[in-house]
């Protein structure tokens, strides 16, 4: 990255000085401001590293960190002018794309100077042999950029006329409360009336006031433009016969609704109580009740008494000889036990 902002002349880098402007030429070096004008102060100078001839209205500023990559795109700009066929002017899509092939081998090779000779022999002469259609479609692309403006120049009305609808619907509502306020503290000062009754009916005219004032904030513009291209120009539907030719709106399918499963906990041991029956069993009794700052936090003493339990209960029928069925039995059994206690 170094390397791309130093000019490679005078080997002033970017870092040392931030204000420096790097210009790119034809073919693709880049030079700093200063060492431009000091290669044409005497008329005509050549690239210090390609020595190529230079001219002084070809230098743009650099846009990109690599100067590789404006050359790319000043070389797509000027063969893109010429090679302007569209899929329309082609029989069949296999040969638009051969074209476009060709014209993507054509930039690759001026880009990275391959055979720069016959590549200039073959675009002379595709600029002889397609004059008629590269006019026609220039005029026919200025056409379309020129709807494009008119319908960006449309929108452009279409939102200055909104803004201004909002800016003199807030104007006339703060007018509004303004009198609204005046009224309300004259009425106070000289009126012989109750100062309740005053007040309410000033906050009924308010209330009123705003349900009809975003009626008037929400006026549909007067200017309506039908287009048929979105605010980018890209084109509303397809061209030509393909113009009904969208892709259907997949279906979706009926999946079945959600149902709740309670989970299942192995404890491989006797279960436990449940946790809101450990107060009516008097599991509480030798244990210290929650504060009132444990409580607002949502802590109960029966949370600890529960956790408790279950690692206590936890593991007592486990045994690597057992199989699942025994410890099944032995889980019914050890239920069964427990029950006939709380009963005791």
Known sequence: MDDYQTCPKCKTTKYRNPAMVLMVNACGHALCESCVELLFAKGSGACPECKCPLRRNNFRVQLFEDPAVDKEVDIRKRI?????KRQEDFPTLR???DYLEEVETIIFNLVFDIDPTNTNKMIDN??????????????RQSQEEMELEELLEAEKAQQSEKANLYVNAELEEKKQKHKAREKLIDELMFSDADAKSIVASHVQATAALAKEQPKVA???????????????????GLRGQHTNAFLPIPKQEDLPLYRYTAPVFDYDGPPPPPIEKLGKLNYFANIRAANITERAGGYTEAMSCCRALQEALGGLFY????????AVLATNSSTQDTDDMETT
Do not use: M
């Not at 893109?80 to 302007?84: D, G, P, R, Y």
């Not at 007067?222 to 890209?234: A, D, E, I, L, R």
């Not at 045994?319 to 025994?326: C, E, F, G, N």
């Open 126 to 139: 595709y600029k002889k042999e397609n004059k008629d259609i590269t006019q026609k479609n220039r005029n």
């Open 218 to 236: 929400a006026q549909p513009s007067s200017v309506v433009v039908k287009s048929s291209k979105f605010s980018s120009g890209v084109q509303i």
């Open 95 to 97: 040969e638009y794309n």
């Open 319 to 326: 045994s690597p000889q057992l199989t699942h069925k025994t």
């Open 80 to 84: 893109l002018k010429e090679f302007n």
